[in-house]
C-alpha cells in the first residue's frame, strides 16, 4: 500500500507541476536548444528559456524535496533516488555512468521519450543529471543539456517550499488518535513515546513503533518534571528542559504521545510546548486502542 501511495505522489505531483507550468507558459517564444548549447544554459540564464514549448524540462530530485525546498516553474518532477535508482539504473561506482549501470531501458525510454528531443536537467547540483545524461547519451539521446542545481538559482520562477515538508499526509484537523493513529505510524522523523511504567510496556503489550519513557519511573523519577497540582500543568513544572530536550530531539520535530488514558501523555504534551515544542500530539491512551499494530505482552515477564 505505501508503495503505490509513494507512485502515486510521484504522478500527482509531476503532472500538476508540469501542467501548472504549461499553463503559465503560455504563448511563449520557441527557442531552438540543441544538446551543442548546454554550455549556454545554467541556472543563472534558464529564465531566458523556460515554457518554450519544443523544450522538456526535468527536475531530478524526489517530490520531498521540491516541496519542501521549492522547484522551478516549468520543471516536471522525475525522481531519480525516489524512482528511476534501482528500477531503470544501478550505481556500480558512484556517480559514473557505465553500460552495466543500465538495468532497464526500455523504462528509461519511456520516460524520456523521442532520442532527438531537447532535454533540460536540473537537480540539487547537477550530479544527478548528469550521470543520467550519461544514461540517456549511451542509449543515443543527442540533445540533452544540464542546467545545474537549483541551490544556485536566484530567477524569478521559484516556488518556495514549506521547509518542514517530509514526505507524509497531512495530519488530520481533528487530530491524532487511537481511532486513526495507525495512518500516521512510521512517519520520517517522527518520535512515538509511551508513558506507561517499562512493565506495563512488556506485560500489557504496546502499539507497534511507540518507545517506552516510563513518566513516573523516569520523567518525573528523575526530577525533569515534578508535577505541583495533579494532572494540572504549570510551567514551574519543568525543572530540566535541557534533559528533556535531550529525550525528545528537535523542537520542531513531529511527537506522538500516549499513555494508559491519554492523562500523562497530556500532561507532557503541555510540558513539551511550555519549552518551544510545536508539534506534539496527544494520541490518548491504549485503553482505547483496537487497532491492527499492537504487540501482545507478555504477563509472565519481570525485570
Given at each position: 500500500m505505501k508503495k503505490i501511495l509513494s507512485l502515486f505522489v510521484v504522478a500527482f505531483v509531476a503532472i500538476t507541476l508540469f501542467?501548472?507550468?504549461?499553463?503559465?507558459?503560455?504563448?511563449a517564444p520557441a527557442f531552438q536548444l540543441t544538446g551543442a548549447d548546454d554550455a549556454a544554459v545554467t541556472m543563472d540564464t534558464i529564465d531566458n528559456y523556460l515554457f518554450a514549448d519544443n523544450i522538456r524540462f526535468i527536475d531530478m530530485r524526489d517530490p520531498v524535496d521540491a516541496m519542501s525546498d521549492g522547484y522551478i516553474a516549468g520543471f516536471e518532477l522525475?525522481?531519480?533516488?525516489?524512482?528511476?535508482?534501482?528500477?531503470a539504473l544501478v550505481r556500480n561506482t558512484g556517480w559514473n555512468f557505465t553500460?552495466?549501470?543500465?538495468?532497464?531501458?526500455?523504462?528509461?525510454?519511456?520516460?524520456?521519450?523521442?532520442?532527438d528531443a531537447t532535454l533540460v536537467f536540473m537537480c540539487l547540483?547537477?550530479?544527478r543529471c548528469g550521470y543520467v545524461m550519461q544514461a540517456l547519451e549511451y542509449l543515443g539521446y543527442t540533445n540533452l543539456i544540464n542546467a545545474g542545481g537549483i541551490?544556485?538559482?536566484?530567477?524569478?520562477?521559484?516556488?518556495?517550499?514549506?521547509?518542514?515538508?517530509?514526505?507524509?499526509?497531512?495530519?488530520?484537523?481533528?487530530?491524532?488518535?487511537?481511532d486513526n493513529i495507525?495512518?500516521?505510524?512510521?512517519?520520517?522523523?517522527?518520535?512515538?513515546?509511551d508513558f506507561r511504567n517499562a512493565i506495563q510496556y512488556y506485560t500489557e503489550g504496546y502499539i507497534d513503533g511507540f518507545m517506552t519513557k516510563s513518566f513516573f519511573e523516569f520523567i518525573e523519577g528523575q526530577e525533569f518534571v515534578?508535577?505541583?497540582?495533579?494532572?494540572?500543568?504549570?510551567?514551574?513544572?519543568?525543572?530540566?528542559d535541557f534533559m528533556l530536550e535531550e529525550l525528545f530531539g528537535d523542537r520542531d520535530r513531529e511527537i506522538f504521545l500516549m499513555c494508559l488514558s491519554g492523562a500523562r501523555s497530556g500532561y507532557m504534551k503541555q510540558a513539551l510546548e511550555s519549552i518551544g515544542y510545536t508539534n506534539v500530539h496527544n494520541v490518548g491512551g491504549i485503553q482505547d486502542y483496537t487497532g491492527a499494530n499492537r504487540v501482545s505482552g507478555d504477563p509472565s515477564f519481570s525485570f
Open positions: 501542467g501548472c507550468a504549461t499553463a503559465n507558459g503560455a504563448g522525475l525522481p531519480f533516488k525516489a524512482y528511476l535508482e534501482n528500477r553500460p552495466a549501470d543500465l538495468v532497464d531501458a526500455e523504462l528509461l525510454e519511456s520516460f524520456f521519450g523521442d532520442k547540483s547537477g550530479t541551490r544556485d538559482y536566484n530567477g524569478r520562477y521559484l516556488v518556495g517550499g514549506t521547509q518542514t515538508w517530509n514526505g507524509a499526509m497531512g495530519l488530520p484537523p481533528a487530530g491524532v488518535t487511537m495507525d495512518e500516521y505510524l512510521g512517519r520520517p522523523g517522527a518520535k512515538y513515546v515534578v508535577r505541583s497540582d495533579g494532572w494540572n500543568f504549570s510551567a514551574s513544572d519543568v525543572k530540566d
